[in-house]
């Protein structure tokens, strides 16, 4: 498989504490791909480390094919939005556009054709002559997310990247960053937000105290974490279905709900059996669905109290 980047055993560690413990992973090339985690977790780090900001204790890194501590330049094909906001708020919208594109090597026409492109397509229009510091956070955050993309990185590499966005807001960034993947860039997504990640990814890695504890493609993950509930329900209601709910041997747990049941099943019984006697009532049996965990109930399953750097998760692989 080709891979836009690689970690192979990379630490750091902070004046005793150890902010990234021996963390591999490896993102496909042309794929959404989550670094997953609580506050604290490392996620920063580890980006940093990748952008050669800081520099790794030990460990390998290679991204687009090369190690950025050695060869800097592959930076230049790389797009990074930090969690901190690094615009210079004294300066126009689309001045500072523009000038982040030339610092990425984008010639002068370019830089303020494609600035005023983005610029339009991001809902800026009427602010292009603006100041920064007028905008409101989450314009900011637009036009960040603008001079992080302007120079048609290959990868994008996102931190927090809907901090500050209203929901309407949230749904450009997504489609946008969509829209990356399918023209074949790669987007390294870091969060700790479980719905968008879920929205969003195709591929995995939850940190905790600096650690990985889990890592692997999205459906892996969830077919590896399927539960024994299962959500029922009737075209009608079938009071002879209510009872064998409520009363069968088979079913550890029963909820009834304002359109059915969610049932769990005992260790040991078959599925097919339950389906079998739930088909033979006389009311059609409208809904038998396996209750799939989301991706937040997965992470708060395996981080548990992991966030606690007294404690630290051991490693699980998909």
Partial sequence: MNHALLLEDVSKRYSGHLAVDGLSLAVPAGTIYGILGPNGAGKSTTIR???NIIIRDSGRISLLGTDPEQDREVLRRVGYLPEERGLYKKMKVLDVIVFFARLKGVDAAAARREGERWIEKMGLGDWRGARVETLSKGMQQKVQ???TVIHDPDVLILDEPASGLDPVNQEVLRDTILESRDRGKTVLFSTHNMDQ???LCEHVCI???GRKVLDGPLRDIRRANRTSRYAIAFDDPCEEAARFLETSPSLAHVLREEDGWEVELEPGHDVRELVSTLNS????LARFERVELSLHEIF???V???ANPQRRPEPAHV
């Fill in 145 to 147: 997310f603008i001079t």
């Fill in 281 to 284: 009532f006389d009311v059609p």
């Fill in 207 to 209: 940190i905790a105290g």
């Fill in 197 to 199: 990640a879920e929205q």
């Fill in 49 to 51: 480390m990748v952008m």
């Fill in 304 to 306: 548990g109290n992991a």
């Fill in 300 to 302: 708060v399953q395996r």
